[in-house]
Nanobody, 126 residues
Framework: QVQLVESGGGLVQAGGSLRLSCAAS???????????MGWFRQAPGNEREFVAA????????YYGDSVKGRFTISRDNAKSTVYLQMNSLKPEDTAVYYC????????????????WGQGAQVTVSS
């Protein structure tokens, strides 16, 4: 059974920072077969939104327009962990953030991801 477990969410004031972590585990999980590790978010009443993705080597990163320049994604394959550093947070960043793993496909499509975490709540107060 594969598990992706997010941590690091919480409540922060606008302009502040948070760092999310996502640790992957499970006998059938091999992070080296995951072409992309990504983060998505979903606010109440909204569709799941692409936030960021990183390739297997970590050499390429991709970001949604609303977070570009403020968020940074990285991965540590030796630890089977992916991170999302979030700076200059805004109230509109408030959402449940999901970590996901993909073997390939279009990195910004949720359907490209086969494993998902349970989500971490991030709340940004104004």
């Amino acid at each position: 059974q594969v598990q992706l477990v997010e941590s690091g969410g919480g409540l922060v004031q606008a302009g502040g920072s948070l760092r999310l972590s996502c640790a992957a585990s499970g006998r059938s999980f091999n992070i080296y077969t995951m072409a992309y590790m990504g983060w998505f978010r979903q606010a109440p009443g909204n569709e799941r939104e692409f936030v960021a993705a990183v390739t297997l080597s970590g050499g390429s990163t991709y970001y949604g327009d609303s977070v570009k320049g403020r968020f940074t994604i990285s991965r540590d394959n030796a630890k089977s962990t992916v991170y999302l550093q979030m700076n200059s947070l805004k109230p509109e960043d408030t959402a449940v953030y999901y970590c996901a793993a993909s073997r390939g496909g279009t990195y910004y499509f949720p359907a490209s991801y086969i494993y998902w975490g349970q989500g971490a709540q991030v709340t940004v107060s104004s």
